[in-house]
């Protein structure tokens, strides 16, 4: 729990995270079920979530999990329904799910079905998401979502044109998601600078394309001895923190009273910010 408070507002929220098989999804599930949140995790990878869900379980923890592929509007529907008929209610949504598949235009050729994919995640998936909880928790007059967006949604970067347009259409889903709603459904978009160890770099095209080559060319060329800084979030050289930073920025999103919506919240690493 935060210690510059007494109030725990995760306790007994039901917590429904999509791509929680690894990275921050992962964390942010593990972090909300220590603060007695009921978790459901969902992603496709069932063996993970079931390693996952036993963790949290033998931890103390309250979790369940469902294989989800948030692309498929139906499994969406169902993992709104397994939440519901597992713990009654539906509090907090986190659509955590995505791909990164940068690349130029002129790759288009080797690039199309992995851009294709990358927006049937973000989008159509944070759509599914959305109005698979949305009769829910207007119904009961509450409920949270937060949806992972990126500092790569606020402009266009060359190499990342898809990725762009895909965090930018979060967001906006979102906003527009909390304006409709009159605060009957608060949303919170994260958007994160460089996170280490979360397995989008395997979803890169091409490794040269957008900040990917950008950081790499960099720290070659003038951050060499920063090497060793560069997971180290008590240096101002961090270029990429944990998955467990992000998680607790989000943690923190949802540990608010309902009368308060962090809305929007940026999450840098301090040495990549003159980059974006």
Same mark, same amino acid.
């Given at each position: 729990?935060?210690?510059?408070?007494? @109030?725990?507002?995760?306790?007994?929220?039901?917590?429904?995270?999509?791509?929680?098989?690894?990275?921050?999804?992962?964390?942010?599930?593990?972090?909300?079920? @220590? %603060?007695?949140?009921?978790?459901?995790?969902?992603?496709?990878?069932? @063996?993970?979530?079931?390693?996952?869900?036993?963790?949290?379980?033998?931890?103390?923890?309250?979790?369940?999990?469902?294989?989800?592929? $948030?692309?498929?509007?139906?499994? $969406?529907?169902?993992?709104?329904?397994?939440?519901?008929?597992?713990?009654?209610?539906?509090? $907090?949504? $986190?659509?955590?799910?995505?791909?990164?598949?940068?690349?130029?235009?002129? @790759?288009?050729?080797?690039?199309?079905?992995?851009?294709?994919?990358?927006?049937?995640?973000?989008?159509?998936?944070?759509?599914?998401?959305?109005?698979?909880?949305?009769?829910?928790?207007?119904?009961?007059?509450?409920?949270?979502?937060?949806?992972?967006?990126?500092?790569?949604?606020?402009?266009?970067?060359?190499?990342?044109?898809?990725?762009?347009?895909?965090?930018?259409?979060?967001?906006?889903?979102?906003?527009?998601?909390? #304006?409709?709603?009159?605060?009957?459904?608060?949303?919170?978009?994260?958007?994160?600078?460089?996170?280490?160890?979360?397995?989008? #770099?395997?979803?890169?095209?091409?490794?040269?394309?957008?900040?990917?080559?950008?950081?790499?060319?960099?720290?070659?060329?003038?951050?060499? %001895?920063?090497?060793?800084?560069?997971?180290?979030?008590?240096?101002?050289?961090?270029?990429?923190?944990?998955?467990?930073?992000?998680?607790?920025?989000?943690?923190?999103?949802?540990?608010?009273?309902?009368?308060?919506?962090?809305?929007?919240?940026?999450?840098?690493?301090?040495?990549?910010?003159?980059?974006?």
């Amino acid at each position: 729990m935060n210690s510059y408070r007494t @109030e725990n507002y995760i306790k007994d929220k039901v917590i429904v995270i999509t791509g929680a098989s690894s990275g921050f999804g992962k964390e942010t599930a593990k972090k909300a079920a @220590e %603060l007695g949140g009921k978790v459901v995790l969902a992603a496709r990878r069932e @063996e993970l979530l079931r390693e996952i869900t036993q963790e949290i379980r033998e931890s103390g923890g309250e979790a369940s999990y469902i294989k989800t592929d $948030v692309r498929v509007k139906d499994q $969406v529907n169902a993992m709104a329904k397994f939440a519901v008929d597992t713990y009654g209610r539906i509090d $907090v949504l $986190v659509n955590d799910a995505g791909t990164m598949p940068l690349a130029y235009y002129s @790759e288009h050729a080797i690039a199309m079905e992995a851009w294709e994919q990358s927006i049937a995640t973000a989008i159509n998936g944070t759509l599914y998401g959305i109005a698979a909880v949305y009769d829910q928790m207007i119904e009961q007059g509450q409920g949270h979502i937060v949806n992972i967006s990126s500092i790569l949604g606020n402009y266009p970067v060359s190499g990342c044109g898809v990725y762009n347009v895909t965090k930018a259409a979060v967001r906006m889903l979102g906003d527009s998601l909390r #304006v409709e709603s009159r605060g009957k459904i608060k949303v919170t978009n994260i958007k994160p600078t460089s996170v280490a160890n979360t397995g989008l #770099v395997s979803t890169e095209v091409d490794y040269n394309a957008g900040l990917s080559g950008i950081y790499g060319k960099i720290i070659d060329a003038f951050m060499g %001895l920063a090497i060793p800084d560069r997971l180290d979030t008590e240096s101002i050289h961090c270029f990429d923190f944990s998955p467990s930073i992000l998680a607790d920025n989000i943690i923190y999103a949802i540990d608010q009273p309902w009368g308060v919506n962090i809305s929007e919240l940026t999450v840098r690493a301090s040495g990549e910010a003159m980059f974006v």
